[in-house]
């Protein structure tokens, strides 16, 4: 089984719940800002309850979007990590001369055989 990750694209996704995690948060500055008391004696603890309610929600909300982003952000280092040890532990196994990028030549027990009249695949 193999799979590929497309580490920019959760990089993005992560810049994108960044993005969420900081119009929330302006969100709930603005809300910090609202005097309930203005309102009246008469709707000023309604409201007061009502901006409570909607700060509470909001303050989890910010914190659900940093979550998710550092979640993605951790993935990424994790793939990055995991793909770095196969890499290495891959070279650790090769001959020398196979652990760069370009294959080397194929030492001759490991080399096809041609059959007489047959092309083999270059």
């Not at 920019?8 to 719940?17: F, Q, S, V």
């Not at 008391?37 to 929600?57: D, H, K, P, Q, Y």
């Not at 196994?93 to 059959?115: F, I, N």
Request: aromatic letters at 6%.
């Amino acid at each position: 089984m193999s799979f590929v990750v497309w580490t920019a694209a959760l990089t993005r996704a992560a810049a994108g719940w960044d993005d969420q995690a900081e119009a929330l948060s302006q969100a709930q500055s603005s809300l910090n800002k609202v005097d309930p008391e203005l309102l009246g004696s008469r709707v000023s603890s309604a409201a007061t309850a009502f901006l409570e309610t909607w700060r509470t929600e909001i303050k989890d909300r910010v914190a659900t979007a940093e979550a998710h982003a550092d979640a993605l952000r951790t993935s990424v280092g994790s793939y990055q990590q995991a793909d770095d040890r196969a890499v290495q532990d891959l070279q650790r196994l090769l001959p020398w001369d196979d652990r760069g990028v370009e294959p080397g030549p194929l030492p001759p027990v490991l080399a096809p055989r041609t059959l007489p009249g047959v092309a083999m695949p270059q």
